[in-house]
């Protein structure tokens, strides 16, 4: 009797060994060199893992790259008081490091084992969100960012995953990646999903409207070209299963691209401008065909219509950041008001 073929489920089942598959250092190293320069900084010290716990937003001492303060004080007393009622950090060590890939790169842009700080573009000029130039660049972003605090525990990697025995769990240590800086067009980053080793959906990543994604030459390109580089540089290669997603950034060209990214084939991956529901069915019914490319096709369409800044409540100043660092309330509120006036008599 023929073997019974099963349907497949809206998710492959989830494993921990599964999900660190997709940190950093467990892909980069086979894929390199179709990605982005990268340095990995492992192990981090203890200190370093409670900081990016702890509350509230301080710059570690000696990471900026500016002229050091006097000590000197005519309110020496205060300052004592301040030292003892909040916690200093610094990192010399990790300081060095960071200068030393920022020397290499000329700028960097960090993420952890898994995600990058992209919520807290805003802290860092607009004109090059996410470019570290020093290592004050590099903890502000992670202190300010939502997206990497899931890096920080075994139980927010690893939710969703089959229970296993509490004595199995693998290890995992935490890691800070350094990224060579450059400036993107997003509009040539896709996102692109794998299913049982076939490669159903080609997601645009910007969610803004792009006029030449919506001429169909460029839509065969685009198709053609992401096909013909996971055929040459990925299918097969991807050790664990044939169950994942992959982000892509295509050259000026759309000839040719580079890996961002890897993401597991699981809820925690934002489909974009799909729904799982839609991939499993282009999985059970056509999964010969070419892959579905899916752009923003108008102004009006809805994902463009809801394309507002992301957590734009947490939006504050950068000089109000600066002002607020080792200060209480008080002081900061007299310190920001004495820059208003200095504006205005300025202006």
Known sequence: MPTAISTPTLFPALTPEYILSFQFS??????????????????????????????????????????????????????????????????????????????????????LNFSSPKDASWILPASSPLKCTCPADVYLLLKSSDFVTHDLSKDSIFEGCEPLPSNSSPPYELELVLRKWYSVDRSREFRCFVRQDVLLGISQRDFNYYDFLNEPATRGQ???????????????????RGDYTFDILLTRDLSRGHIVDFNPYAPRTDPLLFTYEELLTLLTNDRSSTPLLKVIDSRSHPAATRNTPANQHNMVPFEALALSSGRDIEQFSDLWQEEIQKSVVDE
């Open 26 to 111: 467990s892909w980069f190293p086979k894929f390199s060199h179709r990605s982005i320069q990268s340095t990995t900084i492992r192990p981090l010290s203890k200190e370093f893992c409670e900081y990016l716990n702890s509350d509230g937003v301080v710059v570690p001492e000696g990471s900026e790259d500016l002229p050091a303060e006097s000590t000197l004080s005519d309110e020496d007393d205060d300052d004592d008081e301040d030292a003892e009622e909040g916690q200093h950090y610094n990192f010399p060590d990790l300081d060095v490091r960071i200068r030393q890939v920022i020397s290499e790169y000329g700028s960097v842009f960090p993420k």
């Open 222 to 240: 685009i198709v053609t070209a992401v096909t013909q580089f996971w055929q040459t540089n990925i299918k097969g290669k991807w050790e664990s």
